[in-house]
């Protein structure tokens, strides 16, 4: 890495120099040149081996730390890291594997009695006529029986939302999309858990804002230190999850929720608030975004109670800028699916839905139960209602080695690595998720392979993910 220049015949002479050097080292990156984990070389190594500035080295560097290029570790130096998507689908399966017990992504634990559930609806649905659903291509926002029964729905978590307010999307991470194209431009500066859901971090790259990452403790985001960046940077919105924060499953209680809203609102922040788990609680807690609705964004769906494939959400958005957020989806993805919205009205009609999360919720419990017995004083972060766990490595392994390990011996968990936003340093942990069609066997077979591969040492060259 160290004698890794960029070729000057790349840069375009008519713009300034951090841009052409950045553009250089993108290049790079992206033909292979540089590879993920390649250390760069020192703002000063660097500059005088071009003859620039160390001042345009540190804007093209930071540059590309802001669009995922690079990353900064104090005190180790800068570092290529894989784009958002590569990061996830290095260590999270994209379909089931043979001889593979998948706990590497979050899904909702699923039953016979859900595919008997779909069979009767869509047996159902079969026997009558499909126009009021099937023809329709408006309002872009949803059709009307679905958005006021979705808004009946939202009171149970103590938001009274007029319907003119809710969109329909297709799952959380389009709700999250739209709220952040609502209201962010190229190079505002918006704030996330230091440890958040990758797609936030693909939005970032997509609609181009700095994202930088808060301290968390048990209960989320430290209240002292979103004042301080708010007092520090032109801060324009904040996207939280306080039920179940991805991937370390923290779960702010309702002081720190209030706290984290009156902040916001003193600064004027927008603030986008995932709640995909929501609804696995016993009781509900108040919403940060119910808390300011002039500022407030709230994001939920059915993919995570429920079932992957029921992808409809429903966003609500400040009064003030619904037109606005209607355009965005208009120009992203037109109307939800009307049939997906139609499936969820009806189940929060009858009380179905209420049962399958009910489902849902006890199936986690006895699946949490299994994850302390087995990985015990290893678990840093569990809720009887939580998807997934949050897992500390031992000392005498790495994450990436013992990702690896676990791949081979049949279990795929996830490292931070996905997760991770500047500054926030990687913590010596990984996620472990018990939701998906797995069985209780099988995850307790898994666990137990886990629990056996943490007592043993990983091999001498065990020291990089490939």
């Not at 230091?194 to 808060?214: E, K, M, N, S, Y």
């Not at 989806?329 to 189940?347: D, H, I, K, N, Q």
């Amino acid at each position: 890495m160290g004698e890794w220049l960029p070729q000057f015949e790349r840069l375009d002479r008519g713009q300034p120099k951090h841009k052409g050097l950045a553009g250089a080292i993108m290049t790079a990156i992206e033909n292979g040149e540089l590879a993920p984990g390649a250390r760069m070389p020192t703002h000063r190594a660097l500059a005088t081996r071009l003859g620039v500035s160390v001042q345009t080295v540190g804007t093209a560097y930071k540059e590309l730390e802001r669009r995922g290029y690079l990353r900064g570790e104090v005190g180790r130096g800068t570092f290529v890291t894989g784009r958002v998507t590569d990061s996830a689908a290095r260590f999270m399966l994209d379909k089931r594997q043979t001889g593979m017990i998948d706990l590497s992504t979050i899904r909702g634990v699923y039953t016979e009695h859900h595919g008997r559930t779909v069979g009767t609806l869509l047996a159902a649905l079969s026997h009558e006529e499909p126009s009021n659903w099937f023809r329709p291509c408006r309002p872009i926002a949803g059709l009307d029986e679905p958005r006021t029964i979705g808004a009946n729905w939202l009171k149970r978590f103590g938001l009274d939302v007029e319907p003119e307010r809710l969109i329909i999307t297709s799952g959380a991470s389009q709700g999250i999309f739209l709220a952040l194209a609502t209201v962010v431009q190229n190079g505002d500066v918006v704030l996330t858990e230091g440890l958040t859901d990758h797609g936030v971090i693909g939005c970032a790259h997509i609609l181009g804002f700095a994202l930088r990452g808060l301290p968390t403790d048990r209960h989320g985001i430290l209240p002292d230190a979103f004042e301080r960046a708010c007092r520090e940077h032109s801060v324009r919105a904040l996207v939280c999850t306080p039920t179940f924060s991805n991937p370390t499953m923290h779960l702010a209680d309702a002081e720190r929720r209030t706290a984290i809203a009156d902040i916001a609102r003193r600064y004027g922040v927008f603030v986008i608030e995932d709640d995909v788990f929501g609804a696995l609680l016993d009781e509900p807690l108040p919403s940060v975004a119910g808390m300011i609705p002039d500022l407030g964004f709230y994001c939920t769906s059915f993919t995570k109670a429920i079932a992957s494939g029921l992808r409809t959400g429903y966003l609500v958005v400040p009064s003030r800028l619904t037109i606005r957020t209607g355009s965005v989806l208009r120009v992203t993805g037109w109307m939800s699916p009307a049939l997906l919205a139609e499936m969820a009205a009806r189940w929060i009609v009858e009380g179905t839905l209420e049962e399958l999360i009910a489902i849902q919720r006890k199936a986690l419990a006895l699946r949490q139960e299994a994850v302390s017995d087995l990985l015990g004083n290893h678990v840093l972060s569990s809720h009887p209602r939580a998807p997934a766990a949050w897992v500390r490595v031992p000392d005498h392994w790495d994450e990436e080695s013992l990702v690896l390990e676990l791949r081979d011996r049949g279990v795929a968990v996830t490292a931070a690595d996905p997760f991770m936003v500047p500054p926030t340093v990687r913590p010596k942990a990984v996620r472990v998720c018990i939701g998906g069609a797995i069985d209780d066997d099988e995850l307790r077979r898994a666990l137990s392979i886990m629990s056996a591969t943490f007592s043993k040492f990983p091999a001498i060259n065990a020291t990089e993910f490939s």
